[in-house]
């Protein structure tokens, strides 16, 4: 099981310039879930999704669009990089909110710097 | 206010210490709560669940007192290696109840 994976681990752009993180489970996890980490701020929710074609908004999604088309991909795109979006991020999946599926596994994150 | 409060620390402990972390969450109709640790420049993993009724898993204990809507993390005889930081979270009912409120974390040093 490689469990959650991102890819790219680093990742340096231009303002204005645009990308994808990719993350790939492959628990046949429902929940999946984009975070951000910046100091002072802890964990931020910026998209999540509850099933593949289900996604919804967190509490920091503007420039960042989503998709699920399969339970096992959840792609985060950066549409017009900015300087604020330099961050870590982290993509998470869940089982569900019952009893025993609640852990949640994370990636092992994503470096962006936007110059 | 913060949905879910934490002192930053950093906790600078010697080896062999007993320590507590304290955390404070704003909404009360809550449903779950965790502890994740987070190594420098790695992914948070779940430590523990918390459970109503206070639950231990070795040396690690956490309890939960939802009138006063507070959770805590009590380590006993501190190790090197659990130098880390240690964050508090909360699952509320928003978001279809998937939502997991993270706190800004505690650090701990274990010192020799």
């Known amino acids: 099981n490689a469990g959650v994976t991102q890819t790219p681990k680093f990742q340096v752009l231009k303002t204005g310039q645009s990308m994808t993180l990719q993350c790939a489970q492959d628990?046949?996890?429902?929940?999946m879930s984009w975070y951000r980490q910046d100091p002072g701020m802890g964990l931020r929710l910026i998209h999540y999704?509850?099933?593949?074609?289900?996604?919804d908004q967190g509490e920091v999604p503007n420039g960042y669009n989503v998709s699920r088309s399969t339970t096992e991909d959840f792609p985060l795109r950066l549409l017009s990089a900015a300087p604020s979006q330099t961050s870590v991020y982290f993509c998470?999946?869940?089982?569900?909110?019952?009893?025993?599926?609640?852990?949640?596994?994370f990636g092992p994150g994503t470096r962006l710097l936007v110059l | 206010r913060k949905e879910v409060e934490q002192d930053p620390g950093p906790f600078n402990v010697p080896e062999g210490a007993t320590v507590a972390f304290n955390c404070t969450y704003s909404?009360?109709?809550?449903?779950?709560f965790f502890w994740y640790r987070q190594d420098c420049r790695k992914e948070p993993k779940l430590l523990m669940s918390?459970?109503?009724s206070g639950n231990e898993d070795g040396r690690f204990t956490a309890q939960l007192n939802r009138a006063s809507q507070y959770i805590s993390l009590l380590i006993r005889d501190s190790k090197l290696s659990d130098s880390a930081t240690y964050l508090c979270?909360?699952?509320?009912?928003?978001?279809?109840?998937?939502?997991?409120?993270f706190g800004t974390g505690t650090q701990l040093k274990v010192e020799l």
């Open positions: 979270v909360v699952r509320g009912l928003t978001g279809g109840g998937n939502k997991l409120t």
């Open positions: 998470a999946s869940r089982t569900g909110t019952g009893a025993n599926q609640e852990t949640q596994y």
């Open positions: 918390v459970y109503s």
């Open positions: 909404n009360s109709a809550s449903q779950s």
């Open positions: 999704s509850v099933g593949a074609g289900i996604t």
């Open positions: 628990m046949n996890h429902e929940y």
